[in-house]
């Protein structure tokens, strides 16, 4: 069965910095699209970074994380990242991991995943 665990997150002040961490097991992360998305209360799902699976690496950042946000992601781990600075309290939300067939615009753009992890509270606030 396919899982993607998440975990890294937890409370941090504002200015700081999280690496979140998702491990998959059962999926071969060569053929994926791997992407991170936030969802805050009251507020819906939006994709913050996705992550190609060719040799180009093609990303895409929101505009709210462009130049704080990195995700990396390691296919002989089997896990993806997303290191997270200069961290503010509107970065607050649960985090979520996903991975999907086809490309970083469909995914990040339109939410379209195959797996999603259950997430990982993320709470910036002094």
């Known amino acids: 069965q396919v899982q993607l665990v998440e975990s890294g997150g937890g409370l941090v002040q504002p200015g700081g910095s999280l690496r979140l961490s998702c491990a998959v097991s059962?999926?071969?992360?060569?053929?994926?699209?791997m992407g991170w998305f936030r969802q805050a209360p009251g507020m819906e799902r939006e994709g913050m970074s996705c992550?190609?699976?060719?040799?180009?690496?093609?990303?895409y950042y929101a505009e709210s994380v462009k130049g704080r946000f990195t995700m990396s992601r390691d296919n002989a781990k089997n896990t993806v990242y997303l290191q997270m600075n200069r961290l503010n309290p509107d970065d607050s939300a649960i985090y979520y991991c996903a991975a999907g067939r086809g490309t970083v615009q469909r995914m990040c753009h339109m939410g379209f995943a195959d797996y999603w992890g259950q997430g990982t509270q993320v709470t910036v606030s002094s």
């Open positions: 992550v190609s699976n060719s040799s180009r690496g093609v990303a």
């Open positions: 059962e999926l071969t992360l060569d053929y994926y699209v």
